[in-house]
């Protein structure tokens, strides 16, 4: 996705305004505007599927071009600029200018922090891994603080206070243009290990992005981010909430509008993403053996769910007599299900449903697998359907529901002392 490029005849985009870039084609290519010319210029990209774009910088060296994030863009949807990761074309244009120009009297051989990420994206992108948490992780949390530190000068000091500020910090939400963006800080138990585990996630992009630049020799020492530097311990495990299937069939009924309801259903039928629902085609549902093909998931790896015959008839009534290219869930204007667009609807329905605190929509992932865990169903099966390798993170977040996993072992097999009650 940012790996070096050749640039010709560079067409100057409209992107000065959130309106005018909205305009534009969505898509892999970016949009861009000269700030040096033949050297230097800022560009905006954003995929169909984005709710907003980013920020690019190319600069030329050694006959190439390189490309490297520098920020997400602001929009008129719901993501004002901070001016740290969320930034207006006039603070990206001198944000960009500003590395451009510091780049001229560079070394080519320095390595910062966030070359090494744009580096980690090139990496992922070539393995066909799907890019865009690691790339929102990177823009809005890493590069802020650590982006224009070299990586050969990092010490374990600075990624610990990094990682000590990510645990305190208040969590970043979207909200209406011009309103504060970030929720309260951390004040409980609860929202400190929620703080905490989300820091540790963050720290995992750092370090194999960091990991990666070592592995490929570009720095000669991984100390500063590898064993000194330890991740919160036992913050990640949370309450897995789901669903009962009374509740379920409850809030099916309260969905609206009805194609909030069909994606909803779809959701509990297969245990699918919100993201791999969203990107469905008509195709991908095959009548005849009953699945449903996820090509894009969050792994890179495509995977076939298995419906049951009740999910098999829901795909065929939403797929029957529609072009097998078009997208299978889409919203009431006909538009693709985009990021957010879910939240306020889900909110709304499972207030009508009756279940408080409202559930998040990936709720519906934990309601088919706990569900399917409880009725009998193979940590393996559930595992391979939601898209896991193995096992293993099935049994760590669903094993304690598994009536045959462990309390059918322990009833089993736990040793038995012949003493009646009497003694």
């Given at each position: 996705?940012?790996?070096?490029?050749?640039?010709?005849?560079?067409?100057?985009?409209?992107?000065?305004?959130?309106?005018?870039?909205?305009?534009?084609?969505?898509?892999?290519?970016?949009?861009?505007?000269?700030i040096?010319?033949?050297?230097?210029?800022?560009?905006?990209?954003?995929?169909?599927?984005?709710?907003?774009?980013?920020?690019?910088?190319?600069?030329?060296?050694?006959?190439?071009?390189?490309?490297e994030?520098i920020g997400?863009?602001?929009?008129?949807?719901?993501?004002?600029?901070?001016?740290?990761?969320?930034?207006?074309?006039?603070?990206a244009?001198?944000?960009?200018?500003?590395?451009?120009?510091?780049?001229?009297?560079?070394?080519?051989?320095?390595?910062t922090v966030?070359?090494?990420m744009?580096?980690?994206?090139?990496?992922?992108?070539?393995?066909?891994?799907?890019?865009?948490?690691?790339?929102?992780?990177?823009?809005?949390?890493?590069?802020?603080?650590?982006?224009?530190?070299?990586?050969?000068?990092?010490?374990?000091?600075?990624?610990?206070?990094?990682l000590?500020?990510?645990?305190?910090?208040?969590?970043?939400?979207?909200s209406?243009?011009?309103?504060?963006?970030?929720?309260?800080?951390?004040?409980?138990?609860?929202?400190?290990?929620?703080?905490?585990?989300?820091?540790?996630?963050?720290?995992?992009?750092?370090?194999?992005?960091?990991?990666?630049?070592?592995?490929?020799?570009?720095?000669?020492?991984?100390?500063?981010?590898?064993?000194?530097?330890?991740?919160?311990?036992?913050?990640?495990?949370?309450?897995?909430?789901?669903?009962?299937?009374?509740q379920?069939?409850?809030?099916?009924?309260?969905?609206?509008?009805?194609?909030?309801?069909?994606?909803?259903?779809?959701?509990?039928?297969?245990?699918?993403?919100?993201?791999?629902?969203?990107?469905?085609?008509?195709?991908?549902?095959?009548?005849?053996?009953?699945?449903?093909?996820?090509?894009?998931?969050?792994?890179?790896?495509?995977?076939?769910?298995?419906l049951?015959p009740?999910?098999?008839?829901?795909?065929?009534?939403?797929?029957?007599g529609?072009?097998?290219?078009?997208?299978?869930?889409?919203?009431?204007?006909?538009?693709?299900?985009?990021?957010?667009?879910?939240?306020?609807?889900?909110?709304?329905?499972?207030?009508?449903?009756?279940?408080?605190?409202?559930?998040?929509?990936?709720?519906?992932?934990?309601?088919?697998?706990?569900?399917?865990?409880?009725?009998?169903?193979?940590?393996?099966?559930?595992?391979?359907?939601?898209?896991?390798?193995?096992?293993?993170?099935v049994?760590?977040?669903?094993g304690?529901?598994?009536?045959?996993?462990?309390?059918?072992?322990?009833?089993?097999?736990?040793?038995?002392?012949?003493?009646s009650?009497?003694g």
């Amino acid at each position: 996705m940012f790996g070096p490029t050749m640039a010709g005849v560079v067409h100057e985009a409209r992107l000065a305004n959130p309106t005018a870039r909205s305009r534009l084609r969505r898509g892999r290519q970016p949009h861009w505007n000269t700030i040096f010319a033949g050297r230097a210029h800022l560009g905006w990209q954003c995929w169909p599927d984005d709710r907003a774009g980013r920020w690019l910088l190319r600069r030329r060296h050694a006959g190439t071009y390189s490309v490297e994030p520098i920020g997400l863009a602001d929009d008129d949807r719901g993501q004002p600029a901070d001016g740290v990761s969320v930034l207006t074309y006039e603070q990206a244009r001198q944000k960009a200018t500003e590395l451009a120009s510091s780049a001229e009297g560079r070394a080519p051989g320095r390595l910062t922090v966030r070359r090494a990420m744009a580096n980690y994206l090139d990496h992922l992108t070539a393995a066909g891994k799907e890019t865009r948490h690691a790339e929102a992780t990177i823009v809005a949390h890493i590069l802020p603080k650590l982006g224009d530190t070299e990586v050969a000068s990092l010490t374990s000091a600075q990624v610990r206070s990094w990682l000590t500020h990510l645990a305190t910090a208040p969590a970043r939400k979207r909200s209406p243009r011009g309103k504060q963006n970030f929720k309260p800080a951390p004040s409980d138990d609860e929202a400190m290990r929620r703080r905490r585990s989300s820091a540790n996630r963050i720290f995992v992009v750092l370090k194999a992005a960091l990991n990666h630049a070592y592995d490929e020799k570009l720095v000669s020492s991984n100390d500063a981010w590898g064993r000194r530097v330890k991740r919160f311990k036992g913050v990640d495990t949370a309450r897995t909430r789901y669903l009962t299937v009374e509740q379920a069939r409850a809030l099916i009924r309260a969905c609206e509008p009805a194609e909030f309801r069909q994606l909803v259903r779809a959701a509990l039928e297969t245990g699918c993403r919100y993201g791999e629902l969203g990107r469905l085609e008509v195709s991908d549902f095959n009548a005849d053996v009953g699945t449903v093909t996820v090509r894009r998931s969050k792994t890179a790896r495509p995977r076939h769910v298995v419906l049951t015959p009740e999910g098999a008839a829901f795909f065929r009534q939403v797929c029957t007599g529609r072009p097998s290219s078009q997208r299978m869930l889409v919203r009431a204007d006909g538009e693709p299900w985009q990021a957010s667009n879910q939240e306020r609807l889900m909110k709304d329905a499972c207030a009508r449903a009756g279940i408080d605190p409202p559930l998040p929509f990936h709720g519906l992932r934990h309601s088919w697998a706990s569900l399917a865990v409880m009725n009998g169903v193979p940590l393996i099966v559930v595992a391979r359907n939601l898209g896991h390798v193995d096992s293993k993170q099935v049994e760590h977040t669903y094993g304690h529901l598994a009536p045959s996993y462990v309390a059918d072992a322990v009833r089993a097999g736990a040793p038995r002392f012949g003493v009646s009650d009497g003694g």
